[in-house]
């Protein structure tokens, strides 16, 4: 998952995927299926998905009780998905009990799915998150206490800002997954992200995987978006 590029399809149905990606022809891309798609569509888009090469992030955001999550887990894990997630704030017993799911659900000789823990959201700022979480501390220190409980759960990796990246492999490990969606250019408008960054500094900050939606999905050419954006993420210069 090392330096990828996922687009988030935010789209409400199955015929709009068809559109967007008609234009890619062959290409095998890392895709994110969210909750506005997957609840309209259901476990029936992921498998026509798969069926045309693409990876896949099922980002449904798990948080729940332990014994619901590890049930639900173990029947995502047979989507044979390539990435799922959780949150974080469940805790560490939740998390643990996420990974026995997606083990218990994976068909022998296949690797489970990668899991990894939503820190806090890049739509959230710091004010937000004193006032509204009531939780005193910094954005920063939050985030970083996120990802050390998902490490020590045995999870993947977190998702996260790119500005937080560079301190998470410094507290957890550089194989840790960093996946950072809010990632602008800087012409992009901001929408309702916080804590955005350029593909640029999160390449610089070590960020594993990069989300990108409306950046690509709404242009009126997104082939020649995501090639653009491509070379932005991996520094290729034309």
């Known amino acids: ?3 990828s590029l996922i687009i988030a399809l935010d789209f409400a149905n199955k015929s709009e995927i068809e559109r967007f990606l008609t234009p890619f022809e062959d ?21 026509q998905l798969k069926e045309k090469g693409h990876q896949i992030f099922l980002d449904l955001k798990l948080h729940d009780i332990p014994n619901t999550v590890k ?4 029947g995502l894990a047979q989507l044979e998905c390539d990435l799922v997630n959780v949150h974080a704030a469940g805790g560490r017993e939740m998390m643990e009990a996420a990974l ?35 939780i005193p501390v910094t954005l920063n220190e939050s985030v970083l206490h996120y ?3 998902a490490k020590d759960a045995g ?7 790119a500005w937080e990246s560079e301190i998470i492999h410094n507290r957890t490990s550089s194989s840790f997954f960093t996946v950072c969606p809010g990632i602008r250019m800087k012409t ?5 992200q916080k804590r955005v960054a350029t593909p640029e500094f999160a390449r610089n900050a070590g960020v594993s995987a990069i989300v990108v939606g409306r950046s690509i999905t709404r242009s009126m050419d997104p082939v020649k978006s995501y090639d653009q954006w491509m070379r932005a993420w991996r520094g290729v210069h034309q």
């Open 155 to 161: 999870l993947d990796g977190v998702v996260c800002s």
């Open 27 to 47: 290409r095998k891309l890392f895709v994110k299926v969210g909750m506005e798609l997957f609840y309209q569509e259901g476990p029936a888009i992921v498998h």
């Open 147 to 149: 990802a050390s409980l």
């Open 188 to 192: 992009d408008h901001v929408g309702d």
């Open 100 to 134: 026995e799911g997606l083990e218990a659900g994976t068909s022998a000789g296949r690797k489970r799915p990668n899991c990894i823990a939503v820190t806090q959201l890049t739509s959230t700022s710091q004010e937000q998150m004193n006032k509204e979480q009531l």
């Open 1 to 3: 998952m090392e330096n």
């Open 71 to 74: 049930s639900a887990m173990k």
